[in-house]
């Protein structure tokens, strides 16, 4: 039987509910206490949200399809009762999901403002996507999915939950979303109870990204098209700190190349490689204050003026050049 089948609507009085007693239910704010409602949503933490079936009808074919069947007789109770109001009574349809998940999916669906639902929980924001996936809400698919990703882009900590929600729902831009979101943590990151939703092979396959990114990564430090484009305006090729030791570094066609480079910037490679191996899209690596102190101790007055002078277009092209590493390699997803 589907799951619309199940919650039909057959007419039984309120007392035979679930057991469920009048003085323990709660009612829910405005829109959703409208005494002209034609329906109570019954939730599992008992509060009740009065609502037009004509806006859900709308918004989810599930509830269209629902209120289209035929109503069952009375000693065929399916999660569903009657309330009393005045001499009329309305449905109530009892559904799984908590207040807190409820009030924000249907003032998605409402003429209402919409919730900010990306400042909240990231659990939260879980919940009510997994109610719009169930409840077949189209907008309120859509408008959790957008929620999710603008949660991250604020909040980055939170891209192995991010990540583990998009794979229990299969959603693969905002699976790639996250897992780019999570190459600015060192891995394999912070234990979130939303782990517990991830299969062994989904979660092996995020650790696999992180390594491969951070590998392509660090290695664009060792190429001389890098050092070339991303780094022209440090300084000049002819110049005193010129360190008296070459570095190799790795020509298009494969070749390694041997290279005078300055002082501070052999000393700085170093620091950035080390850092960006263990979070390869960190904001905070590719900074002025990390090579500062190398400049500082080459003392060499030109390198600092230029790089100060530089540093805006240089650290630009840097992540630019890190960006397009990054999209070079693929996260697996296991459903595809």
């Not at 001499?87 to 669906?109: A, F, K, Q, Y």
């Not at 500082?296 to 050049?321: F, P, V, Y």
């Amino acid at each position: 039987m589907d799951s619309a089948a199940s919650l039909a609507l057959p007419p039984s009085p309120i007392s035979e509910f679930d057991g469920v007693s009048e003085s323990t239910l709660r009612q829910a704010s405005s829109p959703f206490d409208n005494p002209d409602a034609d329906l109570i949503l019954r939730t599992s933490d008992e509060m009740d949200f009065r609502v037009m079936k004509v806006v859900l009808a709308l918004s989810s074919p599930f509830f269209k399809d629902m209120f289209t069947l035929p109503q069952p007789g009375s000693s065929d109770r399916r999660g569903t009762s009657l309330s009393p109001m005045g001499s009329e009574s309305i449905p109530i349809v009892s559904i799984t999901e908590s207040s807190v998940v409820l009030d924000p999916l249907l003032r998605i669906c409402y003429p209402v403002e919409s919730p900010r639902l990306h400042q909240q929980d990231i659990a939260l924001i879980g919940d009510v996507l997994g109610a719009a996936l169930k409840y077949d809400i189209d907008v309120a698919i859509s408008y959790t999915r957008v929620c999710l990703r603008k949660h991250l882009a604020s909040c980055s900590g939170d891209a192995v939950a991010a990540y583990a929600i998009a794979c229990q729902f299969k959603l693969d831009d905002e699976a790639r979303f996250a897992a780019k979101e999570y190459l600015k943590l060192p891995s394999p990151g912070p234990a979130v109870p939303q782990l517990a939703l991830l299969s062994g092979m989904d979660y092996y396959y995020l650790l696999d990204y992180h390594k491969k990114v951070s590998d392509a990564v660090v290695s664009l430090f060792r190429k001389a098209e890098f050092l070339h484009t991303a780094l022209v305006n440090l300084s000049s090729s002819n110049h005193p700190c010129l360190s008296g030791a070459t570095e190799p570094y790795e020509w298009t066609d494969g070749k390694s190349i041997p290279y005078l480079t300055h002082k501070w910037w052999q000393s700085s490679r170093s620091v950035l490689t080390d850092a960006l191996k263990i979070a390869p899209l960190s904001n905070e690596i590719i900074a002025l204050a990390t090579i500062a102190p190398h400049l500082t101790t080459s003392g060499c007055d030109h390198c600092k003026n230029r790089a100060l002078l530089n540093w805006e277009e240089t650290k630009s092209k840097i992540e630019s050049a890190i960006r397009k590493e990054v999209s070079k390699v693929e996260l697996t997803l296991t459903w595809r």
